[in-house]
């Protein structure tokens, strides 16, 4: 957000509080979400909820990324190239 990227970014939380304090960051849209159980859902959360609120329109190339603690679960770092509508 701090170098102020022409492309949006889409920050996905479980915790309407964090949305809040995502909301101010230049550039940033938070949305509540639910936590992802793997990468696939993950991207099946991301697709959904960026053509649902007419985010993105369908075929837009988007990069999904995640970062996690090891503790959150048996996946931590990802990033994903994903067409939109196509998951």
Not at 2 to 28: D, K, M, Q, S
Not at 31 to 41: G, L, T, Y
Not at 47 to 52: P, S, V
Not at 68 to 78: K, Y
């Amino acid at each position: 957000s701090n170098e102020r990227p022409p492309a949006p970014i889409f920050a996905f939380t479980p915790e309407p509080a964090i949305a809040r304090r995502l909301a101010p960051w230049w550039g940033v849209s938070p949305i509540v979400a639910p936590w992802p159980r793997d990468a696939s859902e993950m991207l099946r959360i991301t697709d959904t909820a960026l053509r649902e609120g007419s985010l993105v329109e369908p075929g837009a190339t988007v990069v999904v990324a995640r970062w996690a603690t090891a503790a959150a679960g048996d996946w931590t770092n990802f990033v994903h190239l994903h067409v939109v509508g196509e998951h």
